[in-house]
């Protein structure tokens, strides 16, 4: 099932094989899982939440009318529902951002580097933790899953102007964030 598209897994669902569901969730939970992650607190609530989007889908994927990619379809899904679990929750967000570094760049780096390389990638992420929702959800999307604004606007069910714009002042309260820490 590995070697078929999207398209032919959700027909093949469709006719009443559960198994191309299983693969549609192989294919993409990975994806789904740190697109959650970054809107949620921790690793269990990303799982509870991923959880949710896949049973979401199943019950959602017999009305998928295939306007969008069944990706996008997933990520839109994962992020009302990330929302929506923060919501609920109220709790107060702080995101991991997860990198992992190459082998060979951690060779090259003194442990100054990599400790200061770290404090940097904290301040950053406190500075996105302090972004309104939207503009978070905007940020995560464009900058880490580098998506484009039309699959971002098919996700979130926005404009792509408004995207523009919410990505723009994203970044300039970022900017200032680290500004303000650096000078303190």
């Known amino acids: 099932m ?3 598209s999207d398209s032919e897994l959700v027909e093949l669902f469709l006719h009443g094989d559960e198994t191309a569901f299983n693969a549609i969730v ?3 939970q990975e994806k789904i899982y740190w697109v959650v992650r970054r809107l949620v607190n921790s690793h269990d609530d990303a799982d509870d939440v991923v959880q ?3 049973v979401k889908a ?15 379809w997933l990520y839109r899904i ?3 529902a990330s929302l929506n679990y923060v919501r609920l929750r109220r709790v107060k967000e702080f995101f991991r951002f997860e990198e992992t570094i190459a082998p ?3 060779e090259h780096q003194t442990p100054e580097d990599i ?7 904290e301040i950053i992420e406190q500075a996105v933790a302090s972004l309104p929702e939207k503009q978070k959800a905007v940020f995560i999307l464009r900058y880490y899953e580098q998506l484009t604004y039309e699959e971002i606007a098919n996700i979130l069910k926005t404009s792509v102007g408004g995207l523009k714009a ?7 309260k970022i900017e200032r964030y680290v500004k303000d820490i650096h000078q303190m």
Do not use: C, M, P, W
């Not at 009318?65 to 996008?72: N, P």
């Not at 919410?166 to 300039?172: E, L, P």
């Open 58 to 72: 199943y019950e959602g994927l017999r009305s998928f009318r295939g306007d969008a990619q069944i990706y996008t």
């Open 104 to 106: 060979e760049t951690i």
């Open 115 to 121: 400790v200061e390389s770290n404090e940097q990638r």
């Open 26 to 28: 192989l294919r993409y």
């Open 166 to 172: 919410n990505y723009f002042h994203a970044v300039r």
């Open 2 to 4: 590995t070697g078929k």
């Open 78 to 80: 994962a992020v009302n």
């Open 52 to 54: 949710e989007v896949f």
